[in-house]
């Protein structure tokens, strides 16, 4: 079964403390992982798809990487505008369908 | 562009009572999807369709139903609201090639009481 795992939970850091988020997945034919910023109140919005093992993208302070078993996500000197909670989803041999993790809060203290 | 857009953004229902989630989307896609966000268990699928006139089953799809009679809008009903599909509500879309990302609307929070 297509399952995907998030850690931590939550994760407060000070402006400018570096840190990664992870996300394990298991899935049957791994199409796409994708990572989603969602923001209180709101729809989550798309930051990344990686395709396979050993890709990486970057986009300003944020960094994503892909295993064959999980992803991480980079914040390189992270700013209080950061906080949300980021979201990961793996898309499988059904294409038709994502999994989503239960996602990592992060809050970034000025 | 509008992009994704739900109606209504909260409800308050009854134990019982009846409702229907409007999704529309005006980029020409070919999915839609309807998920469920509760705290701690992330975003479900609740149902989901692959064009025009077709609908599937999600994750959790009981106590829900579905319609996509035009290719822009997409409806989740639900028949005899129970206090444990209080949840917010995201629908989201995309075009039909395999890899393409989830666009999402901003959500509705539905109250069951």
């Known amino acids: 079964e297509d399952q995907v795992t998030q850690s931590p939970e939550a994760l407060r850091l000070q402006e400018g403390e570096s840190s990664s988020l992870n996300c394990s997945y298991t899935?049957?034919?791994?199409?796409?992982l994708f990572w989603y910023r969602q923001d209180p109140g709101k729809g989550p919005e798309f930051l990344f798809t990686l395709y396979s093992a050993g890709e990486e993208k970057e986009k300003e302070r944020l960094k994503a990487t892909l295993t064959k078993k999980e992803s991480f996500l980079h914040i390189t000197a992270p700013k209080p505008e950061d906080s949300a909670t980021y979201l990961c989803?793996?898309?499988?041999?059904?294409?038709?369908?994502?999994?989503f993790g239960s996602g990592t809060k992060l809050n970034v203290k000025p | 562009n509008a992009g994704v857009t739900q109606t209504p953004k909260f409800r308050v229902l009854k134990t019982g009572q009846s409702m229907t989630l409007l999704c529309a989307q005006d980029m020409n896609h070919e999915y839609m999807y309807w998920y469920r966000q509760d705290p701690g268990m992330g975003l479900r699928l609740i149902h989901y369709?692959?064009?025009?006139?077709?609908?599937a089953k999600g994750e959790v799809p009981d106590g829900y139903n579905v319609s996509r009679l035009k290719k822009q809008n997409f409806l989740l009903g639900l028949e005899s609201a129970a206090p444990s599909q209080t949840s917010v509500y995201f629908c989201a879309s995309r075009t039909g090639n395999t890899n393409e990302k989830l666009f999402f609307g901003s959500g509705t929070q539905l109250s069951v009481l």
């Open positions: 989803a793996v898309q499988g041999y059904n294409f038709n369908k994502f999994y």
């Open positions: 899935v049957s034919g791994l199409r796409g």
């Open positions: 369709s692959v064009g025009e006139g077709t609908t």
